[in-house]
C-alpha cells in the first residue's frame, strides 16, 4: 500500500468528477460476497463465474429482509433544513479538499482491492451535501457529570433515541446526518447512533473510534428476545473463608465415630447416582430449553451491514479495548460472535481501512492502527505512532533514505483534517431528564420485558419496571421489580413474587419510621412479615424485626444496655382480631427471650449472656457469658412465689426460690438477701421488657397505617430547584415579581414633586407670575433648608442624650465599684461597650451630614432652576 499513499500525496490536488452514483444492489452484492467477512466464508480463493453471481443475486433478492413493518420514518423529507447553519449547507475549501482527497483514495483503493465493498467515506448530510464521516464527528463535553463514564453515556444514547433500520441491510447508508439533528428528531440508524455516541465519549477522553462492518440479526435489528436481561443477572457471591478459632486446651473431644464405613460408602454411592440422575435430566431440560429458544438460520448472515463504537485501551485507565453496541449500550470483548467482521472505522481526527483477514470474524484482529499493514489509514497527519523497527532495519532504512533524498529537503505533505461542520452538541436539562422519546420506552428481553418512563412522568413516581417471565411467550408472570424516583415515602424499589405472593419493599434513608426492608405477604397486622431499619437513625438501635401471629424477634445494635436479641412468645388472645387490637386488647406474652452483647466493664460471671422471662410459669431463668479459660458458663434461676404462704405468712425469700449453677461458687451469690436484690430488680425489668414488647406491637401498627396512607397518596417530592415543578416556589416568585412590579408603577405614578406643597397654596388654574415664581422658590430653599437644621439638631440631642446616660452610668460605677459582682461588672461593660458603639455612629452621622447638607442645598437650588415650571421666571435672576 505504500505506491497507493505515494499517488495519493501526488495527486490529492488533482480535480474530481462528480461522485458517483451509488452502485446496484447485484453489484454491491457481487463485491460483498467476494470481501472476507464471516466464520462460514472459506480462506481459499473462488472463482465465480458471471452465471453463479446471477443465481445468487436471485437467491438473495428473493430472500426476506426481516425489517421492522412498523419503523418510524426519518427521511431527508421529514427534516426542516431551512434553520440549519451554513457550513450545514455548504462545503469550505479545505473540506472541498478533503473531499478530492477521499475521492482519489477511494480510486485507488478499489484499483489495488478490487474484491473488497466500496469505502464509506462522504455521505450526504440532511442537505444533500456530501460529508466526509470524520468531520460528521463532534467531539463535545456535556456539563452532566452523568454522561463523563462511557456506560452511563451509552445508556443515554440508547435510552434517548429511537432505532430506525437501515434502508438496505446489505450496505451502508446513503444519508449520515448531524448528531444536532438526530437530537433534535430523537430517531436515527446505528450509524446515527454510534456517531453521536462517538462524539460524547471522545469529548469525555476515551479513545473511541465509530466501525463499519458486519454483525448478527439480532445485533442489526436490535432484536434482545434471545438475551438475558442484565437486571436479572445475580452478582456472584463471594464466599468468605471462616477463620476457625484457635483450639482449646481443654476442649472436650468428640465422641468416637461408630457408624459402619461400609454403609457410609454405600449411601454415598447411592447419592452420586441419585445426583447425576437429576444432573443427566436437568442437562436434558436445558438441551431442550436451548434448542426451542435457537434462532432460525439467517441466510444474510455475515452480510448485514452494522456499526458500533470501538474503545482501545490507554485513555481513561481502560485496561483492555472493547466494542459498544449503541442500540443497547452493551459492552462485547473484542472476541464475541456478534461482530463478524470489519470494513473501516473512524474518529475525528482519520480514517482507517482494515487490511486483516475476517475468517475468524474479529477474534484475531489486532487493533494497532499504527500498524501500516493492517491498518492503511487515509491521512498522513495520523496521531497512532508507528511500529518499531528492529536496529538493523532501521539502519538500512537510514542509508536508504540518506541516499534518496541527498541534496533535497524534506516536505511536509500531511493533510490535517477539517473541524467538524456539525454545530455544538447541547443537551438541555428538559431534553436529560425526559430520556426516553416521550418519555416511555419498552424494550423486550428473554423471558423479560423493561419498562422506562421519565421522573414525573407518573404520578407514583414509577421510573422503571422489570416484569420476568417462566415461559417465552411471556404469558405468565414471574416476578415485578419496580423501581420508583422523588418519592417522599423515600420508597426506591418494590419486587412482587408472584409465585410466592412474597413482597419487599426498598426503601432509602429519610424515612419517617427508619425503614429500610419491609417483607410481607398481607397487609394485615400479626401476619408474617420482617422489618429492616437504619439503626444509625433510631434511638433503641433496632436494625431488624421479624413477625409471625405467634412470635415476634428484634435485633438490636448499638445499645448502651448491649441488648443485642429479643424473642416475645404470645398466646392466644381472647377477643375477636381487630385492627387495632394490639392496643384495646393486646396479645399476652408467655415469654420473653433477651440476649445481651459481652460487657467489658463486668466479670464473665455477673455479665448476662441470655435473659428468659417465663411469665405464665412465674419462672426467671439466667446464663451468663463464659469465660475464655472456661468450658461453661453459670446459670441461675429464680422462681416466683405468691407473697403469702398458706397460713397467711409473708414470705420474704427462702432458699428453694434460686436455682443456681456456678463455675467458681462465690459467698455473696448464696446469701438471701442478694438474692432477693437481684429477684426484685429482675421483676422490674420483666415490666419494662413487657412494655418495650406492647410499644414494638404499637409500632407494627403505626408502620403499617403509615404505609397504607403512603401508597394511596404516593406524593412526589420536588426540588426547590425545579423552578418549573415546584409550585409553592413558582407561586411565591410569581407573588414577589407582582409585588415589585405593583411598587414600581406606584412610585412612578407617585412620583415625589417637591413644588407640590407650595403650589397647593396657590388658585387653581391661575398662570404663576413672576414674583410668585421667586416666593415659591425662597419658601422652597428655606423650607429645605430648616429641614437640614432640625435632622442635624435631632441627630445632635440623640448624641448628647447617649453621652449623658454614658456618663451617668460611669459615675454610678465608681460609686458602687467595691459592692458589684462579677456578674454586675460584666453587665457594665457590656453597656458602656454598646453605648459607645452608638456615640460614635451618632457622631459620624452629625460630621456626615453637616458636609452633605451645603450640597444637598445647591443641588436643590440647581433644580428649581432647572425646573420647567420656573425656569421662564429665573432666568432674570439666574
Known sequence: MEVLRETLEEEGEEEVAKHKEEAEKAEQVETAVKTAKPAEAPKEDTILTPEMLRDLDKKLSETETLVPTESPLFTKETIDTSQLPVSYKTNSPKEEHLLQVADNFSRQYSHLCPDRVPLFLHP?????????????????????????????????????????????????????YSSTTVLKYQLGNCFDFSTLLCSLLIGSGYDAYCVNGYGSQDLCLMDLTREVCPLTVKPKETSKKEEKPPPKKYAIKPPRDLSSKFEQEQEKKRQMEIRAQEEKRLQEEEERLMEAEKAKPDSLHGLRVHSWVLVLSGKREVPESFFIDPFTARSYSTQDDHFLGIESLWNHKNYW?????????????????????????????????????????????????????????????????????????????????????????????????????????NSNGLVCRLTTYEDLECTKTLEIKKWYQNREDMLELKHINKRTGLNIDYFKPGHPQALR??????????????????????????VKREETPKTMTEYYQGRQDFLSYRHINFGPRVKKLTLNSAESNPRPIVKITERFFRNPEKPADEDVAERTFLIAEERIQLRFHCREDHITASKREFLRRTEVDSKGNKIVMAPDMCISFEVEPMEHTKKLLYQYETMMRLKDEEKLSRHQAWESELEVLEILKLREEEEESHTLTISIYDTKRNEKSKEYREAMERVMHEEHMRQVETQLDYLAPFLAQLPPGEKLTRWQAVRLKDECLSDFKQRLIDKANL????????????????????????????????????????????IRILEQRLNRHKELAP??????????HKDPRLMEYLKVFA
Open 124 to 176: 450526504l448530510n440532511e442537505c444533500e451535501v456530501p460529508k466526509f464521516v470524520s468531520t460528521t464527528i463532534r467531539p463535545t463535553l456535556t456539563p452532566y457529570p452523568e454522561l463523563y463514564n462511557w456506560d452511563s453515556c451509552a445508556q443515554f444514547v440508547s435510552d434517548f433515541l429511537t432505532m430506525v433500520p437501515l434502508p438496505d441491510p446489505l450496505k451502508p447508508p446513503a444519508y449520515l
Open 353 to 457: 481501512i482494515n487490511m486483516q483477514d475476517c475468517w475468524n470474524c474479529c477474534k484475531d484482529l489486532v487493533f494497532d492502527l499504527g500498524d501500516p499493514v493492517r491498518w492503511e489509514y487515509m491521512l498522513l497527519g495520523t496521531d497512532k505512532p508507528h511500529l518499531s523497527l528492529t536496529e538493523e532495519d532501521d539502519i538500512d532504512l537510514n542509508d536508504d533514505d540518506d541516499v534518496e533524498n541527498l541534496g533535497k529537503e524534506d516536505e511536509d505533505k500531511s493533510f490535517d483534517m477539517p473541524h467538524s461542520w456539525v454545530e455544538q452538541i447541547e443537551i438541555s436539562p428538559e431534553a436529560f431528564e425526559t430520556r426516553c422519546p416521550n418519555g416511555k420506552k419498552v424494550i423486550q428481553y428473554k423471558r423479560a420485558k423493561l419498562e422506562k418512563w421519565a421522573p414525573y412522568l
Open 517 to 542: 426492608v419491609h417483607s410481607y405477604k398481607s397487609t394485615q397486622p400479626e401476619m408474617d412479615r420482617v422489618m429492616e431499619f437504619y439503626e444509625t437513625a433510631r434511638v433503641d438501635g433496632l
Open 795 to 838: 441627630i445632635q440631642a440623640r448624641f448628647e442624650r447617649e453621652t449623658q446616660e454614658l456618663q451617668k452610668k460611669q459615675q454610678w460605677y465608681q460609686e458602687n465599684q467595691v459592692t458589684l459582682t462579677a456578674e454586675d461588672e460584666d453587665l457594665y461593660l457590656s453597656y458602656c461597650s454598646q453605648a459607645m458603639f452608638r
Open 855 to 864: 450640597l444637598k442645598y445647591l443641588a436643590l437650588e440647581e433644580k428649581l
